[in-house]
């Protein structure tokens, strides 16, 4: 099969090399001996990936290695008991191996794809909208009726953000660096959507009547005091990644005079040990797609051998919505 392999740690220019791998086992590492096996028709691209061509990810497999997270395609094989079969259009996790023709994935991360969703689309459903009801939902304790600010609106976890947090009936201000994020946050269903710059803060504060209810934040950086001052009482920041590079410091005296809290969301390493809870947040995403709040906005598409200008376009802050690879484009 076509795989592209990560070959050094010498960043997104230079660390890939695409060639021809024998097939996968259908074993995964998370379930040794078993695994779905599934025909990758679009991979997503994702921030991790970009890490693992500078070795600056958590995870470090020995090189070479196949990157890519989630994958949209075909069943080929199940293992029994499995909640999808042969033929079956799905969306796995697989962690890693997903920039390839073929992919194998736990048995509780692949999940059967709904016919509203194409494959570019469902290639972008586990990682940034299983987190954004997991941050949201499961650890932010989000409410219908309550407000969120999301940073970083016109990114992968952003968009995703924005459409989880309607379809637990809740209203939405989106932040956003340029005109062209501005876009897809609406496209994406922002109710509010507004422009980085001086005065963010005091705009958050006038739309939402004082305050929002949660602030998710995928970027970070210098952006973080000003987010713990847009919370009404009563109101949780939620961090979920730092792609603005700096790790922020939080001065706890802001938490305590206003009733405020800091939560962390880590998706992937709480769920990997926990099947049923994937199965709730993949019956619960599912639920929103049949329900229309929930349809991956897709971004830039290249095909498998240009994976590496997909990850030029997340390092260059470039990428709007989804980026994902057309893994069996002619
Ligand atoms: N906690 C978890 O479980 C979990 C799960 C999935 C992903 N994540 C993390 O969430 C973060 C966002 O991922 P994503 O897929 O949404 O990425 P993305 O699509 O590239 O979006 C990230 C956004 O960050 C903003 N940003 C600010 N400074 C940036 C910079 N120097 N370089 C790049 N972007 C910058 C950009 O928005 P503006 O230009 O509008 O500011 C951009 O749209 C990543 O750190 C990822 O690792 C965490």
């Given amino acids: 099969m076509k795989a592209i392999q990560i070959v ?83 969306a796995a996790f ?21 016919p509203k969703l194409d494959f570019a689309q469902g290639s972008g459903l586990i990682l940034n909208y299983h987190t954004a009801y997991f941050a949201l939902a499961l650890r932010g304790r989000l409410k219908a009726g309550e407000s969120v600010l999301v940073h970083g609106a016109g990114g992968g976890v ?56 949660m602030v998710l934040d995928p970027v970070g950086g210098d952006r973080f ?27 706890v005296n802001r938490l305590l005079l206003r009733n405020t809290e800091v939560v962390g969301a880590g998706w992937g390493a709480y769920v990997m040990s926990k099947p049923e809870l994937n199965r709730e947040i993949g019956a619960a995403v599912n639920r929103m797609v049949d329900e229309g709040f929930v349809s991956p906005v897709v971004g830039e598409r290249f095909p498998l051998e240009r994976a590496a200008e997909a990850l030029k376009a997340l390092d260059e802050r470039r990428a709007t919505g989804k980026v994902v690879l057309d893994v069996r484009a002619a």
């Fill in 225 to 251: 005091t000003d987010s713990l001052r847009s919370l009404r009482e009563g109101g949780r920041l939620v961090v979920v990644g730092f792609t603005g590079g700096a790790i922020p410091e939080v001065r």
């Fill in 8 to 90: 050094e740690e010498s960043g997104p220019d230079s660390a890939l090399a695409l060639g021809e791998l024998p097939e996968p086992e259908a074993s995964h590492m998370l379930t040794p001996g078993a695994g779905v096996l599934v025909e990758v028709h679009a991979a997503g691209v994702s921030f991790p990936e970009l890490l693992q061509t500078r070795g600056q990810y958590q995870m470090k497999p020995a090189l070479p290695f196949v990157p890519g997270s989630e994958v949209a395609g075909v069943v080929r094989s199940a293992p029994e008991g499995a909640q999808v079969k042969a033929g079956d259009r799905v």
């Fill in 158 to 213: 952003g968009t995703a953000t924005l459409q989880v947090a309607k379809g637990l009936g809740a209203s939405t201000i989106a932040l956003v660096s340029s005109a062209a994020k501005r876009e897809v946050a609406e496209q994406a269903g922002a109710d509010e959507v507004l422009l980085l710059g001086d005065g963010w803060k005091d705009q958050v504060l006038e739309l939402s009547g004082g305050g929002v209810d």
């Fill in 94 to 114: 697989c962690a890693l191996g997903g920039f390839a023709e073929t992919a194998v994935a736990p048995e509780f991360f692949t999940f059967a794809l709904s």
